[in-house]
């Protein structure tokens, strides 16, 4: 697909529920705008005040670190003043519905609300409920939209283009909202995507996404240029999906002679936490030649101020 | 009572074999009389008032075999007051409620209680199922002899399966003994765990755990290889996919048994199920196309027996929440045979047929002489208009709870009028 950035200057969607809903130019955008927030982040006066009278509120859920710092310290930069709930302790333990709690936010007039949650499809109730828009930071195991952009803005800076590109998604895919996001997003952007998982993290009918499957690593990440890592959602498995952590690493687990049969200049990505000697090499992981994974959580911050300025507006 | 004459109908009775233009004469006890193309103005006192039907339709009164009612436990999502309001607004003049209540009905003591409440509360026949096991927890077996005894007419665990096979076996021997029906949900949970919706394409968009359809085929088939030795009744509640129906066409032969399909199934598809629609969240799920197609053609062969409502009336509250969270199931009590009448329609299956499956079969399968229009039966009956359109709106539902699963679906076909022991109580 070619990628041509037409001057689009408004996203289409009031909200940011799914990479599913973003037409191309509304990705474009996104990342033209958070390329210029990198070189904010780097300078020494990180603030600026376009969303100064804004309210953020910052709705979890599900215990995260990276995601809410991000979108925390994205929505500060920008000026906005931002609340982060804490479920543990409010009214949603005593009993309240995830409606009733969006009635209760609305009547605060927020201009945006992030929120994670465990259930798939969580953000698109909250969004037909309140008045402000609704930035998805992850649902279930549906989407979770930021990540995938980042990890395009990433690897866009280091290889200069997707167009064209092989990327390999490796690991967890069944319980993996990060993997969803990033099949639709690099497939729209032109990459060609490799997705390999022993057949008990394979979601049914994966295939008909427009991708590759595999499940013999080695041949997964033959000749790739990216090879992305999910992390193995212990969590989310209620029954015996594998056999030992011991044996996934053996086959699963990203390792020097694994990488090998990659493209030279490969780069690894892993969206974290990470499972360091179950999922990767804890070498290759902070090999700074090829792991970018520290990267992805800088430009992290970048997509995020993105996606608030563009959908506070 | 006086006397009524109806002339000018087509009546369909497929018990008695009654496909034909002609009239119905209801006695003064709410019993009939006659029926059928001898019933016209030739022959009929002419100083008596005539009711000229104009071609519409008269059915026996539908049996729905499948039915939630809230009473006892969950008043507020149905009663059997509401309840029988919503059946006659549908045609339906006998429902099997299903166990599922609180307390559960595993006891002769609730039995009274419920047959009190049906008899008081209810305009329409009520035929309580109890359950298979006590407190629904597959474990030990509720007294299938002394509830029979006391009028329940069949044993189920309604939402729930016997998972355990050896239990499973045991049921089996001593509904055989005993001559009692079971009805079976079909779901193995390790299979079904955490399922939401139909395993496939579309839960993994949605980033929903998935049902897969050899969830139900696993228990069909482990339940009708026990049945090759024990010959007792057997009904598997409701089919949803192709493979199941795949399953029952390979058995019909070698051994005996009978099954159900919900309407929805019938109707719907996992497409429907959109952007998050908690309100076609059902059990069993809706699955593909070709499941669909699958079950309606094993419903024109005549492979299913029944079609049902699986009336589930929830409130709004449970729905409000989501798809993981929310509950499961649909209202559908009166809007059951509008949607059987789309089938006809678009020239899936014929009348007689779809009549059958809502009369006479469930009756038979019950043993209970209802869904039939013979002399000398309870004037149990509904007039159809059947080329009628109309809308469906959950502001107009008369259940009490709102939760159709077809909000707007344009339909073809009412009912106009029902008839319980020849007394009119539903009137369009």
Same mark, same amino acid.
């Given at each position: 697909m070619a990628v041509k950035?037409?001057?689009?200057?408004?996203?289409?969607?009031? !909200?940011?529920?799914?990479?599913?809903?973003?037409s191309i130019n509304d990705v474009l955008l996104i990342l033209d705008e958070a390329q210029a927030f990198i070189k904010l982040n780097r300078?020494?006066?990180?603030?600026?005040?376009?969303?100064?009278g804004k309210t953020q509120i910052n709705l979890f859920f599900e215990p995260s670190t990276r995601t809410q710092s991000s979108f925390e310290l994205a929505g500060k930069r920008l000026g906005a003043d931002v609340m982060s709930m804490n479920?543990?302790?409010?009214a949603i333990k005593k009993g309240e519905t995830l409606i009733d709690t969006a009635m209760t936010l609305n009547a605060m007039h927020p201009d945006i609300i992030v929120i994670r949650h465990q259930d798939s499809g969580a953000c698109n109730l909250l969004s037909q409920k309140v008045n402000c828009a609704v930035l998805n930071a992850g649902d279930g195991r549906r989407e979770h939209p930021t990540q995938a952009l980042l990890d395009a803005l990433t690897i866009i800076d280091r290889k200069?283009?997707?167009?064209?590109l092989k990327i390999a998604i490796c690991g967890d895919?069944? !319980?993996s909202r990060v993997a969803r996001s990033n099949i639709y997003l690099l497939n729209m952007l032109g990459a060609e995507v490799n997705i390999i998982a022993p057949t008990n993290l394979m979601p049914k009918a994966?295939?008909?996404?427009?991708v590759n499957t595999f499940t013999d690593m080695k041949k997964g990440v033959k000749d790739c240029d990216i090879v992305m890592m999910l992390r193995l959602q212990n969590e989310r498995m209620?029954?015996?999906?594998?056999?030992s952590n011991r044996e996934y690493y053996e086959y699963y687990g990203l390792t020097p002679d694994k990488l090998?049969?990659?493209?030279?200049?490969a780069l690894i990505m892993h969206p974290g936490p990470m499972n360091r000697g179950i999922e990767i090499d804890t070498k290759l992981a902070d090999d700074i030649n090829k792991s970018v994974i520290k990267e992805q959580v800088e430009l992290g911050v970048a997509v995020r101020m993105a996606c608030l300025k563009l959908f506070c507006e | 009572m006086k006397k009524k004459y109806f002339i000018n109908a087509n009546i369909i009775d497929p018990k008695n074999s009654i496909n034909e233009n002609g009239g119905l004469i209801i006695n003064e006890e709410g019993k009939i009389e006659a029926i059928g193309?001898?019933?016209?103005?030739?022959?009929?006192?002419?100083?008596e008032k005539l009711i000229d039907l104009k071609g519409k339709y008269i059915f026996p009164g539908l049996v729905d075999m499948r039915v939630f009612v809230?009473?006892?436990?969950?008043e507020y999502k149905e009663n059997f007051r509401t309840l029988s309001e919503a059946a006659l607004a549908g045609g339906v003049t006998s429902v099997v409620t299903m166990p599922n209540t609180n307390p559960v009905i595993d006891d002769v003591s609730i039995v009274d209680f419920l047959k009190r409440r049906g008899r008081d509360k209810s305009k329409i026949n009520i035929f309580p199922c109890a359950s298979l096991t006590e407190n629904l927890e597959g474990k030990n077996m509720t007294e299938f002899g002394l509830l029979q005894s006391k009028g329940i007419i069949a044993f189920t665990d309604g939402l729930k399966t016997i998972q355990n096979t050896r239990l499973m076996t045991r049921i089996m021997n001593s509904a055989f003994d005993l001559d009692s029906l079971i009805m079976q949900h079909a779901e193995d949970y390790e299979l079904s765990k955490?399922?939401?919706?139909?395993?496939g394409i579309i839960a993994t968009k949605l980033g929903l755990s998935g049902i897969p359809a050899v969830a139900e085929k696993i228990i069909i088939e482990r339940d009708l290889t026990l049945l090759e030795t024990i010959k007792c009744r057997y009904h598997i509640s409701q089919l949803s996919s192709s493979r199941s129906v795949q399953t029952i066409r390979e058995r019909k032969d070698k051994v005996k048994f009978t099954s159900g399909v919900s309407i929805n199934n019938l109707s719907l598809?996992?497409?429907?199920?959109?952007?998050?629609?908690?309100?076609?969240?059902?059990s069993p799920p809706l699955r593909t196309e070709e499941d669909r197609l699958s079950l309606v053609q094993a419903v024109k062969d005549e492979i299913i027996d029944v079609i049902v409502s699986d009336h589930k009336p929830e409130d709004e509250e449970s729905k409000r929440l989501t798809f993981s969270q929310a509950a499961t199931g649909a209202s559908g009590i009166e809007t059951l045979l509008s949607l059987c009448l789309e089938l006809y329609h678009n020239g899936s299956v014929k009348l007689e047929t779809i009549v059958k499956t809502l009369t006479s079969n469930p009756a038979k399968i019950l043993k209970i002489n209802k869904g039939n229009l013979s002399i000398?039966?309870?004037a149990d009956f509904c007039i159809v208009d059947i080329d009628k359109p109309w809308i469906v709106k959950k502001e107009n539902?008369?259940?009490?709870?709102?939760?159709?699963?077809?909000?707007g679906k344009k339909l073809q076909g009412k009912v106009t009028n029902t008839f319980v022991n020849g007394v009119e109580l539903f009137k369009l």
């Open positions: 950035l037409n001057k689009a200057i408004k996203i289409s969607q009031k !909200h940011l529920l799914g990479i599913q809903d973003l300078s020494k006066n990180k603030k600026i005040d376009i969303l100064r479920i543990g302790n409010s200069k283009k997707i167009e064209g895919i069944l !319980h994966i295939d008909k996404f427009g209620t029954s015996s999906f594998l056999a090998e049969y990659a493209k030279d200049d | 193309k001898k019933v016209n103005t030739n022959n009929l006192p002419s100083r809230g009473e006892p436990g969950y955490n399922g939401m919706m139909n395993s598809n996992e497409n429907d199920i959109g952007d998050f629609r908690t309100f076609l969240k059902l000398g039966n309870d539902l008369i259940s009490k709870s709102k939760n159709t699963a077809i909000e």
